[in-house]
């Protein structure tokens, strides 16, 4: 399984960035997805999670309603598009993937995934 991640950058505050997780080596539509984030001195948190098909999806209490995530079953991608961006946004963000026998079914507790993308960095400046 791989997972490569890309999109990351520096933005200024209250600006967007998308994320794109592409997946090969497995079959996609069977994982679960989440992105999670590590900022300097800071445990791995997660930001969000999709069921495989994409009907549950979960946020971090202070993404909500900025982040959205998505799963594209036939490209193999998770994109995490981020809008109105802070700068306690700023983390190395890592994809990850689960294998999955339910659907409605996504991990927040990074200890259960199993395949994780290398991480982007994203800096939000002030």
């Known amino acids: 399984v791989q997972l490569q991640a890309s999109g990351g950058g520096l933005v200024q505050a209250g600006g967007s960035l998308r994320l794109s997780c592409a997946a090969s080596?497995?079959?996609?539509?069977?994982?679960?997805m989440a992105w999670f984030r590590q900022a300097p001195g800071k445990e791995r948190e997660f930001v969000a999670g999709?069921?495989?098909?994409?009907?549950?999806?979960g946020y971090l209490d202070s993404v909500k309603g900025r982040f959205t995530i998505s799963k594209d079953n036939a490209k193999n991608t998770v994109d995490l598009q981020m809008n109105r961006l802070k700068p306690e946004d700023t983390a190395v963000y890592y994809c990850?993937?689960?294998?999955?026998?339910?659907?409605?079914?996504?991990?927040?507790?990074?200890?259960?995934?199993?395949?994780w993308g290398q991480g982007t960095q994203v800096t939000v400046s002030s």
């Open positions: 999709i069921s495989w098909s994409g009907s549950s999806i």
């Open positions: 990850a993937a689960e294998r999955s026998y339910i659907d409605n079914y996504y991990s927040q507790s990074a200890r259960l995934y199993d395949n």
């Open positions: 080596g497995l079959i996609f539509s069977s994982y679960c």
